[in-house]
């Protein structure tokens, strides 16, 4: 071959490598848009996918089995560079990844995790010792006020996720060590306010020792002060939750929320798309990265203020 016709085929070969690692689109399938801290992962992967020149867009599955099949169905129609997703749960997972393995489109697991199959990372907090150190923290509140012989309500998120499970077991491991035991829990199901609600307000009414409610995620917060308030019992149960609102910055330093586990979403997103830009790039990946969770109360608040807003709430800074 002409040195001529060697020089125009690399520089084409070139091009279609640079192609095949920019300017593509990334998705981000998540169990449902509408909560919060999807909402903040997805603002740490849109900040990375731009830096690093991918288009982005959200598929929500609004908490349907169904609706997350079908975006997943899109998104390899779409032939897109790569996915992220956060499943409804860990078993739904083994379905998305089977499909896009077949259709050759590498994944990254946000947070959830997956019962099987093949992924490029698994980006997750350290859901056990997150949980166990809020565990430690509402013990250590509750003995301070002498409700050590009272016990804990759970309201759980569905434990078929992994990160469900995790969450469970650190926080009562944490209660078995400081020998106070749990009442009940309950899994959401309809995640609504309301269901929150009315969990906290039956556990109230039927445990009449119940001096504390752990929320596994925060953004039912109001529906369970109000159950409390409205039992009156502002003064008696304690509300401790994983994961935060902003308004938690006022509510914890006011001692409404005593403590809260905090993932950070934000950096969870940046790093799910830094290792799915490695894999397309053929660079290493580690295949699990956890980031630690902060246990916050308002004790450390302040110093870690910084840290929450950025990488917790996903303020980012103009």
């Keep these: 071959m002409p040195l001529k ?7 084409l070969i070139t091009t279609m490598i640079q192609a095949s690692t920019t300017n593509k689109k990334l998705i981000y399938m998540t169990s449902d848009i509408n909560i919060p801290f999807w909402q903040i992962m997805s603002k740490g992967i849109n900040s990375t996918s731009n830096s690093l020149g991918y288009d982005f867009e959200i598929y929500s599955a609004d908490n349907s089995a169904k609706q997350e099949l079908a975006n997943t169905i899109k998104a390899i129609r779409n032939k897109v560079a790569g996915i992220i997703v956060s499943p409804t749960n860990s078993s739904a997972c083994v379905t998305i990844l089977k499909l896009a393995k077949k259709a050759n ?4 697991i946000a947070d959830i995790g997956t019962d099987s199959g093949e992924y490029v990372s698994y980006v997750s907090s350290n859901n056990k010792n997150g949980a166990y150190n809020i565990g430690k923290l509402l013990a250590k509140q509750m003995k301070a006020l002498s409700y050590d012989k009272g016990t804990v309500g759970i309201i759980a998120i569905p434990q078929k996720r992994l990160n469900g499970q ?3 077991a650190g926080f009562m491991k944490a209660l078995d060590e400081e020998k106070i035991k749990s009442a009940d829990i309950k899994q959401l199901s309809k995640w609504t306010q309301e269901e929150t609600y009315n969990y906290v307000k039956d ?3 039927k445990y009449p020792n119940l001096k504390a409610i752990w929320l596994q995620t925060s953004n039912f917060y109001k529906a369970a002060i109000n159950a409390i308030n409205d039992s009156g019992k502002s003064n008696e149960v304690l509300l401790i939750s994983f994961d935060a609102e902003p308004v938690f910055l006022d509510l914890i330093p006011k001692g409404d929320i005593i403590g809260a586990a905090m993932q950070q979403p934000y950096l969870m997103g940046q790093e799910a798309v830094i290792a799915l830009d490695k894999h397309l790039k053929n660079e290493k990946v580690a295949k699990h990265i956890q980031l630690p969770i ?3 109360s308002k004790e450390n ?5 910084s840290t929450i807003k950025r990488n917790v709430l996903g303020i ?3």
């Design 316 to 318: 980012e800074n103009k």
């Design 203 to 205: 556990m109230i009414e």
């Design 5 to 11: 016709l060697i020089f125009i085929s690399l520089c």
């Design 166 to 168: 995790e969450r469970t």
């Design 301 to 305: 608040i302040e110093a870690e203020l």
């Design 294 to 296: 902060l246990s916050i």
């Design 105 to 108: 489109i590498p994944v990254v």
